[in-house]
């Protein structure tokens, strides 16, 4: 049983290898296509890590907010966190689509199945983990260097949920939201603010837990 789950954790940590590769062999093999050229590795790196993620969930939904840890729960989680990967370890990727206003909500939006109001503006060097675990309002600065990340793990147990934000909230610069922190609507949180798992945030401050 260990060398399966060995198995299957190095083999969903090539998935951002795999990409990588595809993207670059197909740009080698359509190199006297103009049109192909731009269109297979577009392809490769935005769009298959999402139809990934959307068909493993709709297979093996993750619906609950504790797993433990290297259960079959855990590995589904392991496989849609590894095909996203390669946006953390490329960052210019998903910059390159906050460039132009509005596509990279609408790509999260569409392609991964996230909640995303209207007018968010995602500021340089936003991180984001899990794209599919998102709700966010209409009216959302998130500052610079903002990290979102809707799983922690401890040492028995995978705590997965959705990172909530409501109406007008300015995200602090440098922030870290953790799995199921809500931050209610009209409020700015400070810079370099740390949520732990289940926070709730109103007027700027951590007003209880939502466990």
């Not at 595809?22 to 577009?42: D, E, K, M, T, Y």
């Not at 984001?128 to 922690?152: M, Y």
């Not at 990172?163 to 602090?172: K, R």
Request: proline share 5%; with cysteine; hydrophobic share 50%.
């Amino acid at each position: 049983m260990k060398k399966l789950s060995r198995f299957l954790i190095l083999l969903f940590n090539y998935i951002p290898f795999f990409l990588s590769c595809g993207a670059i062999f197909s740009v080698w093999q359509f190199r006297n296509n103009l049109a192909l050229i731009f269109c297979v590795p577009i392809l490769i790196i935005y769009f298959i890590p999402p139809l990934i993620t959307r068909i493993v969930l709709l297979i093996h939904p993750l619906k609950q907010t504790e797993y433990e840890l290297f259960s079959t729960d855990y590995y589904v989680w392991w496989l849609i966190f590894c095909s996203q990967i390669i946006y953390l370890r490329f960052p210019v990727l998903e910059e390159i689509l906050r460039i132009i206003p509005g596509l990279y909500s609408f790509w999260l939006r569409v392609f991964w199945g996230a909640k995303i109001g209207k007018f968010t503006f995602w500021a340089p060097g936003t991180r984001i983990l899990e794209r599919n675990f998102l709700k966010i309002g209409d009216n959302v600065i998130f500052a610079a260097d903002t990290r979102i990340n809707a799983h922690v793990q401890t040492e028995s147990k995978l705590l997965l949920a959705p990172i909530t934000i409501e109406d007008n909230v300015i995200v602090g610069a440098y922030s870290l939201l953790t799995c199921g922190t809500v931050l209610k609507s009209h409020q700015a949180t400070k810079a370099f603010m740390i949520s732990p798992p289940f926070s709730v945030w109103e007027k700027g401050a951590r007003i209880r837990n939502v466990n």
